[in-house]
């Protein structure tokens, strides 16, 4: 009788099994704000701006130091994110207007949420794709794409925003309220998201629209940050920002942006709310919140702090990123990591965590940093490679492929076929080129990337057809 007990216990036990695995999958949630400077959050040195539920998350999780985008712009950063693929593979390695031809195939790519629904995971994205603009008739939208749920993206071109309902470009938001902020939309959303799947794991990806031009948030907030300008620079000193024909909002040289830091603590509300939504669940401790953001901030009015320029330059400023991470299943609170990390590292982490054999013959660039996570010794990576011929915007001084090997990054750009090196252990800034006193590091970095082109089968821009293009026009 004892025998068959213990045997029915067991079998008992057995048949549990998957559902008890099934609720320990850690849920994942993607936090990725649009051309969000380096230097934007208290967390990473702003006193300007005010996020406190972004500084919360860094001091109970892990704040990252060197991490990169797979690209200098919006497109190919998502890109990047979503297939684990360096952008110059793909092809899509500049921003996709209404008329780009590229969009990212369906067939061809086996996306994240793809991979983890496989796993029993429900997958969401609220908000910006920015990887098909054939809007009258979608050809790789999320939906085609193989997400669950698919919530605010947009179904115009966008770029130049859409911050209050009613809107005009992501007419599946067909409700709404007055003065409603789309960001704080989002954020709603994504509560709703998470009480929905609260009983199965998920994966959420919350892809805002802000920081990206052109700037607009709440009265209130702006007017908040309006006062706190005036208070530090003089009274009147804000005026700039609303009456300067030069439109200064947009195109103001300064790091205190009042209508930015108003967007900002918009996105930290939002973060903050979506915490209070997984505790309230019993979910904080066994999701991995990461937040992230495309690229750099735009050069000229976001804060990039000590890094040289900004979004569309492979330059530190259009690449290097803020990346918090929080679960504390696995991160020890307050850690800081110096370990370099790209965007296209979160598909292959994401699987591992999932428990998840990538699927055959689907190529990944990345490298799971789930081991950086835990605290663990890292050397997975020789160098990290990105490559911009600005195929869309055409900005000839722009066109660049770099690769960091180490301290050691170079830059090579097509229009002049100048060769740049940096050590950024001692020159973040990249304010000194050592590519005359460093030729045997010049050509093995420059051999590196050679070869990695070769390899994605990089394609190169043609300068001179550009410009004898840009000469005709009148």
Same mark, same amino acid.
């Given at each position: 009788?004892?025998l068959?007990?213990?045997?029915?216990?067991?079998?008992?036990?057995?048949?549990?099994?998957?559902?008890? +695995?099934?609720?320990?999958?850690?849920?994942?949630?993607f936090? /990725?704000?649009?051309d969000?400077?380096?230097?934007?959050?208290?967390?990473?040195?702003?006193t300007?701006?005010e996020?406190?539920?972004?500084?919360q998350?860094?001091?109970?999780g892990?704040?990252?130091?060197?991490?990169y985008?797979a690209?200098?712009?919006?497109s190919? %950063?998502r890109a990047?994110?979503?297939t684990?693929?360096?952008?110059a593979?793909?092809?899509?390695?500049?921003?996709?207007?209404?008329?780009a031809?590229r969009y990212?195939?369906?067939?061809?790519?086996y996306?994240?949420? @793809? %991979?983890?629904?496989?796993?029993?995971y429900?997958?969401?994205i609220?908000?910006?794709?920015?990887?098909?603009?054939?809007?009258?008739n979608?050809?790789?939208?999320p939906?085609?794409?193989?997400?669950d749920?698919?919530i605010?993206?947009?179904?115009?071109?966008i770029?130049?925003?859409?911050y209050?309902?009613p +809107?005009?470009?992501?007419?599946?938001?067909?409700?709404g309220s007055?003065?409603?902020y789309?960001?704080?939309?989002?954020?709603?959303?994504?509560?709703?998201?998470? @009480?929905?799947?609260?009983?199965?794991?998920?994966?959420?990806?919350?892809?805002? +629209?802000?920081?990206?031009t052109?700037?607009d *948030?709440?009265?209130?907030l702006v007017?908040?940050?309006?006062?706190?300008?005036?208070t530090?620079?003089?009274?009147? %000193?804000a005026?700039k920002?609303?009456?300067?024909?030069?439109?200064q909002?947009?195109e103001?040289k300064?790091?205190?942006?009042?209508?930015?830091a108003?967007?900002?603590e918009?996105?930290?509300?939002?973060?903050?709310?979506?915490?209070?939504?997984l505790k309230?669940?019993?979910?904080?401790k066994?999701?991995?919140v990461?937040?992230?953001s495309d690229?750099?901030?735009?050069?000229g009015? *976001?804060?990039?702090?000590i890094l040289?320029?900004g979004?569309?330059?492979?330059?530190?400023?259009?690449i290097r990123e803020?990346?918090?991470?929080r679960?504390?299943?696995?991160?020890?609170?307050?850690?800081?990591?110096d370990?370099?990390?790209c965007g296209?590292?979160?598909?292959?982490?994401?699987?591992?965590?999932?428990?998840?054999e990538?699927?055959a013959?689907?190529?990944?660039?990345?490298k799971?940093i789930?081991?950086v996570?835990?605290?663990?010794?890292?050397?997975?990576?020789?160098a990290?490679?990105w490559? +911009?011929?600005?195929?869309?915007?055409?900005?000839?001084?722009?066109?660049?492929?770099a690769?960091?090997?180490?301290?050691?990054?170079?830059?090579?750009?097509?229009?002049?076929?100048?060769?740049e090196?940096?050590d950024l252990?001692k020159?973040?800034?990249e304010k000194?080129d050592?590519?005359v006193?460093?030729?045997?590091?010049?050509?093995?970095?420059?051999?590196a /990337?050679?070869?990695?082109k070769?390899?994605?089968?990089?394609?190169?821009p043609n300068?001179?057809?550009?410009?004898a293009?840009?000469?005709?026009?009148?």
């Amino acid at each position: 009788m004892r025998l068959r007990k213990s045997l029915i216990i067991l079998c008992l036990s057995v048949m549990w099994m998957p559902a008890i +695995y099934a609720q320990q999958k850690p849920n994942i949630i993607f936090i /990725l704000a649009d051309d969000l400077g380096s230097s934007e959050l208290g967390s990473y040195g702003n006193t300007f701006n005010e996020t406190p539920n972004l500084d919360q998350l860094a001091a109970e999780g892990m704040r990252f130091t060197q991490a990169y985008s797979a690209a200098p712009i919006c497109s190919p %950063a998502r890109a990047g994110f979503i297939t684990g693929q360096y952008p110059a593979r793909i092809r899509i390695t500049d921003f996709l207007d209404n008329e780009a031809p590229r969009y990212l195939d369906p067939a061809k790519y086996y996306t994240l949420n @793809e %991979a983890l629904s496989s796993a029993g995971y429900r997958t969401g994205i609220i908000g910006k794709w920015h990887l098909d603009t054939k809007f009258s008739n979608p050809i790789g939208n999320p939906q085609q794409h193989g997400f669950d749920e698919v919530i605010g993206s947009e179904t115009k071109y966008i770029a130049d925003g859409d911050y209050f309902y009613p +809107y005009d470009k992501i007419s599946t938001f067909k409700t709404g309220s007055d003065n409603e902020y789309l960001t704080d939309r989002q954020c709603s959303e994504a509560s709703g998201f998470i @009480e929905r799947n609260k009983d199965k794991p998920f994966f959420l990806y919350l892809s805002f +629209y802000s920081v990206h031009t052109r700037l607009d *948030a709440p009265e209130a907030l702006v007017k908040k940050y309006r006062n706190k300008f005036d208070t530090k620079y003089g009274n009147g %000193a804000a005026a700039k920002f609303y009456d300067d024909p030069k439109n200064q909002r947009h195109e103001g040289k300064h790091n205190d942006n009042p209508y930015l830091a108003a967007m900002i603590e918009s996105i930290d509300n939002g973060v903050g709310s979506v915490m209070e939504t997984l505790k309230k669940n019993g979910l904080d401790k066994n999701t991995l919140v990461v937040f992230f953001s495309d690229n750099g901030g735009v050069a000229g009015f *976001a804060n990039n702090g000590i890094l040289r320029m900004g979004k569309s330059w492979l330059y530190e400023g259009g690449i290097r990123e803020n990346l918090i991470t929080r679960w504390p299943a696995a991160i020890k609170a307050g850690t800081v990591s110096d370990i370099p990390v790209c965007g296209i590292d979160f598909y292959p982490t994401f699987l591992e965590m999932a428990g998840i054999e990538n699927k055959a013959g689907n190529i990944v660039d990345g490298k799971s940093i789930l081991n950086v996570f835990k605290g663990n010794k890292w050397s997975e990576r020789e160098a990290l490679f990105w490559h +911009y011929p600005s195929e869309t915007g055409k900005w000839v001084p722009r066109m660049c492929s770099a690769v960091r090997m180490g301290n050691y990054k170079l830059l090579y750009f097509y229009a002049d076929k100048k060769i740049e090196l940096y050590d950024l252990s001692k020159d973040p800034s990249e304010k000194n080129d050592i590519a005359v006193s460093q030729p045997q590091k010049v050509k093995e970095l420059k051999a590196a /990337l050679d070869n990695w082109k070769k390899e994605v089968k990089a394609e190169v821009p043609n300068i001179n057809a550009i410009k004898a293009k840009k000469k005709k026009k009148p």
